[in-house]
C-alpha cells in the first residue's frame, strides 16, 4: 500500500507535471500535433499506476471522468473562444467544467459499478485516483483537440 500512498502520488503527479508541461511548452507552436502529444501523455500517467502495483483498469473510472470532463469541457472552451476571444474561453471553460463535472460523475459512477461486478479492484488510493483522473483528461482533450483542428478543420488562431 505505501507505493500507492500520499506521497508517491505527490511525487508522481509532480514529476509528471513538469513532463507534461515542458513538453506542452515545446509542441505548443505545432498547433496540430498538441492533440495527439495531449492523448500520448495521457497514457504516460499509466506508468505510475502500474510502478504503484495497480492494474490500469483499477483506475478506469477516474480516467473516463476525466476524458468526459476535460474532453467536453474543451468543447465548451473552444465555442467561448470563438464567440468572445480569451474570456470567452475563461467563462466556456469554467461553465463547461461545472457541467461536466456532473456528467462525468455519472459515466464514473457506472465504469465503477462495471468494475466491481467483474471482479475488478477499483478502491480508490491517491496514486490510481490522482494518475487516473490526469491520464484521462489529457487524453479527453487530447482527443477533443485533434478532433477540432484536424477532423473538424476548426480556426486553429481562435485564442491568438
Known sequence: MRKQGLVSALISVVVLSIVIISTVWFFLDKTRLIGPVLIILGLVAWIPIK????????????????IVDTG??????????NYGGVIGAIVGGAVGDSVTDGFAGIFEGKVSEYLRRHGID?????????????SGCLIGI?????????VLNVDINLLR
Do not use: H, N
Not at 487530447?142 to 484536424?150: D, E, H, K, M, V
Open 142 to 150: 487530447g482527443i477533443t483537440l485533434t478532433i477540432a483542428w484536424s
Open 72 to 81: 467536453f469541457l474543451g468543447v465548451a472552451a473552444l465555442i467561448g473562444a
Open 51 to 66: 510502478i504503484s502495483g495497480r492494474a490500469i483498469s483499477s483506475a478506469g473510472a477516474d480516467i473516463i471522468f476525466g
Open 122 to 134: 477499483e478502491a480508490r488510493t491517491p496514486v490510481s485516483s490522482s494518475l487516473g483522473k490526469m
